[in-house]
């Protein structure tokens, strides 16, 4: 599977973006899907996740940012509102693939998306 995420850019502060991760090529199935970030100098960070029993959301962005999916496009997208300049940061989805009906998930990452927020 190729995940393709998109959508990042430059806003201001309070301003919105959407990002969208894509899942291309064979596979059996996805489970969860989850976007991650990691912003200079600091770890990566769980940012939201969306499976079959709902979304959790890292504490930092919980009541701003939305995640949401299309399985028929095989598509996650996650909608930031009210940003600010901490949540400037390069934006990673991550997918838990199965390629085969018997098989595990396989965790698989996309490239990442750069999201800057400043004035």
């Known amino acids: 599977v190729q995940l393709q995420a998109s959508g990042g850019g430059l806003v201001q502060p309070g301003g919105s973006l959407r990002l969208s991760c894509e899942a291309t090529g064979m596979f059996f199935s996805i489970g969860s899907m989850n976007w991650y970030r990691q912003a200079p100098g600091k770890q990566r960070e769980l940012v939201a996740t969306?499976?079959?029993?709902?979304?959790n959301y890292g504490d930092s962005v919980k009541g701003r940012f939305t995640i949401s999916r299309d399985n028929a496009k095989d598509r996650a997208y996650l909608q930031m509102n009210n940003l600010k300049p901490d949540d400037t940061a390069t934006y990673y989805c991550?997918?838990?693939?199965?390629?085969?009906?018997?098989?595990?998930?396989?965790?698989?990452w996309g490239q990442g998306t750069l999201v800057t927020v400043s004035s």
């Open positions: 969306i499976a079959d029993d709902g979304t």
């Open positions: 991550l997918a838990y693939v199965r390629y085969g009906a018997g098989s595990h998930y396989t965790k698989e």
